[in-house]
């Protein structure tokens, strides 16, 4: 009996240990071993030593959020490589102006430039991108798990000119310590007839923000609140509105000949819904940026918020979060601007990465890009505890560091709603047409305009702009990219 | 010949091409024309050929969004462009609204100030430094911290909001998001900054007052009153102009401080001139655009200033004329 026991003892222990090092191994192979990053390491050492380059160096555009963790990339480039990096960081409202500055200067100062997606339609027309078709072509680069919108933002009209590495779709938070509160459950019930958690459209989050909306010295379920308690948050500034736009509109913002569908009860609708949940949300909102929207999230003085993924990990992470832990992420409500109900999350901002038409080594430029998106180096990128990634791809759903950053709860509830990722307009002039929007949108929130007279404004405006550019050139690339999937819908 | 230009053999030593050059500098009939050639040069290098291609930009059609082998030639398109254009009429409108508060302020306060610290003796070094540190800041640095003057919940809304609270009024004034208060925050602001330049220009006016006709005035048996209103004011003229040209200039520039604090917002409240064409170029590309519109600019300004100068050498011949005869009467 007792060698039995022995025996079956030694068996156990002696399984369990071979388990444990079979799974170490096959984790620590999953980790460091991936195709498209050593195919992008073995080009560049292969391509320095072809053209002979002694003491080769990168010039990156870099998109300041990343001074902090770009950094630790770049020293393991060169540490594989021997490619030093040299960023130079800019605030993002900059790095267009700089880039199509470049177009004109031509002056090869940068080798790789990142920003947000939407620079890429006037950087590429303007030629001072360079297209990576014929190095995608020989160093095979892997898109495997990115949803359709993210692929197709990678190309403009029919090229590839960039990597994206980000799922920047905008999502909704809850306060997760408020919808499990049985007392506020069953008020909420009653008033409504509805139970309390993530809501299925935009017209029922304004319901829970108008429900929720708490004035300070008020005490509700229990809880008193010193503070006021805001509805809802969400970005109604200059320059932010218009991201926001495309999840209460719900579908093609243009039909198959670029006349804007704005203008129409869809769109007047969504104009309505995006300025009337604002009576919920801070008095200031219309003056609010991340750098404001964040740490009042974090401050726990409102019930929900619709914000780019990140604002999550903040809420998670950071010391003076009070958040922490009472935070439920939900899918982009949908819309019934349309009629049926739609989820659509656009991809509001977004990090991409180009290289310089006039760089000296593009394809040196290009193959550090590919390390840094691939499979394996991305989930170490968006796993970064300095870094603004956001997951978006399916392969980030297994990384440990990315789930011990975001948690599971939120990967599901992020990667589901990546399913619903629309671009926003993705054609040039897009700073120009989003400009537009947003000046009406502040407009119609300010109660200067009518929703009515702003889906007109807003239809002669994007008409204007799209007339200036060029109708035809403008139709071709907007039907190219409604058939690439970059906004889900179709005409 | 000296000696250096003479080789051991007797005849003149052959210069260097360096040498050459500096000889041939050193010639008087050379030398006077260098500093004029230099001058004149940057002038051309800076705003001439810039200034020139400016209005040869302005007569294309050109977009950064497409190179600029493609621009085109299309006459006063642009020019069309601009003068039907809503948003730039609103930003010009905008500007002189700004402007004209902000420097109206600024002279009002600035004269107080100067009269002040004229008159006052001990401590008038401490007051001086002190109303012109505002003037001494960075811009950036005074929009960065009006920001945060600004923010709803920020210092002045709790300064104000005993009085708020008892008018009845919400004591979180939205400075930067409401379109009223966002215009008012950013003439404040400009207001704070660049009254020290006014302050600076009236305290000289006033140090430069000729004493012996306020002398002679009060000797008359004028009353303060009447030696300010008739002696001092009369001969402060010309610094007035002085004042209102060169911050007008300024002010009509106004960039900084809508960055800084409103980038244009709420939608196109206190968007300036300035920030305007920024927008119209450096965002949405439109070159060509934005060069028919600068020159278009050029023109209306022009009108203004010069109009300020004619007034100003007016005021001054005036001024000159006066003390000429008040001297010859005397």
Redesign the interface.
């Known amino acids: 009996m007792n060698n039995t026991f022995k025996n079956v003892s030694l068996g156990v222990i002696a399984a369990t240990i071979t388990f444990g090092v079979a799974s170490t191994i096959s984790v620590s192979a999953q980790q460091t071993y991936d195709p498209v990053a050593q195919r992008a390491i073995d080009g560049a050492r292969a391509y320095i030593k072809a053209n002979n380059l002694q003491n080769p160096k990168l010039d990156v555009l870099l998109n300041s959020l990343y001074r902090n963790s770009f950094p630790d990339f770049a020293a393991e480039w060169k540490e594989l490589t021997g490619v030093e990096l040299v960023s130079e960081p800019l605030g993002y409202t900059d790095i267009?102006?700089k880039v199509?500055g470049e177009?004109?200067a031509k002056t090869g100062a940068f080798d790789i430039f990142n920003d947000f997606p939407y620079t890429q339609?006037?950087?590429a027309?303007?030629?001072v991108l360079h297209p990576l078709d014929e190095f995608a072509a020989k160093y095979k680069p892997d898109f495997s798990g990115i949803p359709e919108a993210f692929v197709a933002q990678q190309y403009y009209n029919g090229k590839q000119y960039s990597f994206v590495l980000d799922g920047d779709h905008i999502m909704l938070v809850l306060r997760k310590d408020i919808v499990e509160n049985p007392k506020a459950q069953a008020e909420f019930k009653a008033a409504t007839g509805k139970d309390l958690g993530c809501p299925a459209t935009m017209a029922d989050w304004e319901e829970q923000a108008k429900f929720f909306h708490t004035k300070a010295g008020e005490t509700r379920w229990g809880i008193t609140f010193e503070q006021p308690l805001y509805g809802a948050m969400g970005y109604r500034?200059?320059?932010f509105s218009h991201r926001h736009f495309p999840a209460y509109f719900g579908g093609l913002l243009f039909d198959k000949d670029m006349n804007p569908k704005v203008n129409t009860p869809q769109g007047v609708a969504a104009i309505k819904a995006l300025a009337s949940i604002v009576q919920y949300m801070?008095?200031?909102?219309?003056?609010?940026g991340t750098p404001q929207i964040y740490p009042f999230w974090g401050s726990g003085q409102a019930y929900s918020v619709m914000s780019f993924p990140s604002i999550f990990g903040f809420g998670n992470a950071n010391p003076n979060s009070t958040v922490k832990g009472k935070q439920l992420p939900c899918v982009i409500p949908a819309t019934t601007a349309g009629g049926a109900p739609v989820r659509r999350a656009a991809e509001a901002a977004g990090t991409s990465y180009m290289v310089n038409a006039y760089s000296d080594q593009p394809e040196l430029a290009y193959l550090f890009i590919q390390w840094l998106t691939s499979p394996s180096v991305g989930n170490r990128a968006i796993a970064h505890p300095k870094g603004f990634w956001d997951p978006f791809r399916q392969q980030n759903l297994g990384n440990e560091g990315i789930i011990a950053k975001f948690s599971n709860e939120f990967l599901e509830e992020t990667m589901e709603n990546a399913q619903f990722t629309t671009s926003l307009l993705y054609i040039?002039?897009h700073?120009?047409y989003m400009?537009i929007l947003?000046?009406?949108l502040?407009?119609v929130?300010?109660g200067?305009k009518t929703p009515e007279k702003a889906a007109e404004d807003i239809e002669d405006g994007w008409n204007d702009v799209t007339e200036?550019?060029g109708r035809k050139n403008q139709v071709d690339v907007w039907r190219k990219g409604v058939e690439a999937g970059l906004y889900i819908d179709k005409f | 010949m000296t000696d250096a230009t003479l080789n051991g053999t007797g005849k003149p030593a052959r210069l260097g091409p360096l040498a050459r050059l500096g000889a041939w500098l050193g010639q008087e009939r050379v030398f006077r024309w260098i500093p004029f050639v230099l001058v004149e040069g940057m002038f051309l290098l800076v705003i001439i050929i810039p200034f020139l291609l400016t209005i040869y930009i302005s007569f294309l059609r050109w977009r950064a969004n497409r190179p600029f082998e493609q621009a085109y030639l299309s006459g006063f398109r642009n020019y069309e462009q601009v003068l039907t254009n809503e948003g730039f009429w609103l930003s010009l409108g905008r500007t002189f609204y700004f402007a004209g508060a902000a420097v109206a302020f600024e002279l009002i306060v600035g004269f107080l100030l100067a009269m002040a610290v004229h008159r006052i003796v001990r401590g008038r070094r401490i007051y001086i430094t002190l109303f012109l540190i505002p003037m001494m800041l960075v811009p950036v640095v005074a929009g960065y911290n009006f920001s945060m003057i600004y923010l709803d919940s920020g210092p002045l809304n709790q300064l104000l909001s005993p009085i708020t609270t008892a008018l009845g009024f919400d004591p979180r004034i939205r400075w930067l998001s409401d379109p009223t208060a966002a215009q008012l925050a950013i003439i404040f602001a400009d207001i704070w900054q660049w009254t020290s330049l006014t302050f600076l220009i009236f305290l000289s006016g006033f140090s430069a007052l000729p004493p012996q006709l306020i002398n002679a005035a009060r000797v008359m048996g004028a009353s303060r009153r009447q030696i300010f209103l008739w002696v001092e004011l009369p001969l402060l003229k010309p610094a007035i102009v002085i004042a209102i040209v060169i911050r007008s200039m300024e002010a009509l520039k106004m960039f900084d401080p809508v960055v800084m604090l409103t980038f244009g917002g709420p939608g196109t409240a206190t968007q300036t001139i300035a920030h305007y064409l920024w927008e119209q170029v450096w965002m949405f590309n439109k070159y060509s655009f934005g060069a028919a519109a600068s020159i278009l600019l050029l023109i209306m300004f022009s009108v203004l200033i010069f109009t300020g100068i004619w007034l100003l050498i007016r005021q001054t011949e005036q001024v000159e004329q006066q003390q000429l005869n008040t001297g010859s009467d005397g």
């Open positions: 267009p102006s199509m177009a004109v339609p006037d950087a027309s303007a030629g500034s200059v320059n801070p008095e200031d909102i219309q003056g609010w040039e002039g700073y120009e400009k947003d000046n009406n502040a407009e929130m300010n200067n200036d550019i």
